[in-house]
């Protein structure tokens, strides 16, 4: 079992960036494939990026490409979501999950078994 923390959210300028991170408690959190999604008000939750255990395979919803950037540091038991660019349209909680189903889609919420509570980003215009 692992436990996961987010941080780093915040308000930001439109154009700005921030470093969200995913702590997480627990043995063996190298083994688990981690994901982003986030959740406007009012809509549904929503795939933003993953990473493989090692870190070589990294996945982006398109809204997000080229603007967020997804690593992990299993040294500190952390994966990082680098945000640059930020546009309004990305204000939402910002959560991370953990799955070791290594068959299952990176895509989906209801792969991951653990979740953070999450952590707001808001981008004013």
């Known amino acids: 079992q692992v436990q996961l923390v987010e941080s780093g959210g915040g308000l930001v300028q439109a154009g700005g960036s921030l470093r969200l991170s995913c702590a997480a408690s627990?043995?063996?959190?190298?083994?688990?494939?981690v994901g982003w999604f986030r959740q406007a008000p009012g809509k549904e939750r929503e795939f933003v990026a993953a990473?493989?255990?090692?870190?070589?395979?990294?996945y982006y919803d398109d809204s997000v490409k080229g603007r967020f950037t997804v690593s992990r540091d299993n040294a500190k038991n952390t994966v990082y979501l680098q945000m640059n660019s930020l546009k309004p349209e990305d204000t939402a909680v910002y959560y991370c999950?953990?799955?070791?189903?290594?068959?299952?889609?990176?895509?989906?919420?209801?792969?991951?078994?653990?979740w953070g509570q999450g952590t707001q980003v808001t981008v004013s215009s």
């Open positions: 999950a953990a799955s070791l189903d290594y068959s299952g889609s990176y895509y989906y919420a209801k792969e991951y078994d653990y």
């Open positions: 627990g043995r063996s959190f190298s083994n688990y494939r």
């Open positions: 990473i493989s255990w090692s870190g070589g395979r990294t």
